[in-house]
């Protein structure tokens, strides 16, 4: 797993180029909380973009007709102000960690643990592991937060292929993000 690093470019996709992120536009149930997700992968933010852009068709955002989506290219500058948390891998405090944010009462003193931070990274549990999360949310593979659920959910996911995400939380976080340019995804 990458660390956030002082000139680490990341990228993040949408059906717009996004050059000000602005946190209250943010969904709220996110992995790590309501923030600005990042990724040091292109093809993640490519894949995101598209998958954005599907989404803002089907709510009237944008044109059906469009044709294009966006990856914004963001450049971390500033970085020694901001408090961290870096999950290195998919384990068991991490499943917690994203549970507690998707599901409102769930895991709650992890979640109160994680308010102090202002960016949060770790593996990323995307449209592709959400069946799974959605299953151990739903006890399918025992009580949620029991051993035996825990490691079933863990060893379904595949944490070794997945991506990286960082969630900007703060406005102080976001502070530290200079834009550098934005590139066109073509929609299939």
């Not at 536009?25 to 309501?34: H, I, P, R, S, T």
């Not at 992968?41 to 599907?54: D, H, R």
């Not at 009237?60 to 044709?67: A, D, L, N």
């Amino acid at each position: 797993m990458k660390k956030l690093e002082e000139g680490m470019v990341l990228y993040h996709g949408s059906y717009c180029v996004v050059e000000n992120p602005d946190l209250k536009k943010c969904a709220l149930y996110k992995d790590f909380g309501q923030g600005f997700y990042l990724t040091t992968s292109k093809e993640q933010a490519k894949s995101f973009a598209k998958i954005s852009a599907s989404k803002a068709k089907a709510k009237g955002t944008i044109s059906h007709s469009e044709k294009f989506a966006y990856i914004s290219f963001f450049k971390v500058a500033g970085l020694e102000s901001l408090r961290t948390f870096d999950f290195e891998t998919a384990d068991v405090d991490w499943l917690h960690c994203i549970v507690s944010h998707r599901r409102s009462g769930a895991f709650p003193e992890i979640r109160a643990s994680m308010q102090e931070y202002d960016v949060i990274s770790g593996k990323i549990a995307n449209d592709d592991t959400n069946a799974t999360i959605l299953a151990y949310m739903g006890n399918v593979f025992g009580a949620m937060g029991s051993e035996q659920a825990d490691k079933m959910c863990i060893s379904l996911l595949l944490p070794e292929r997945l991506k990286d995400q960082f969630c900007f939380r703060s406005d102080k976080a976001i502070s530290v993000l200079r834009f550098l340019k934005s590139e066109k995804v073509a929609l299939e």
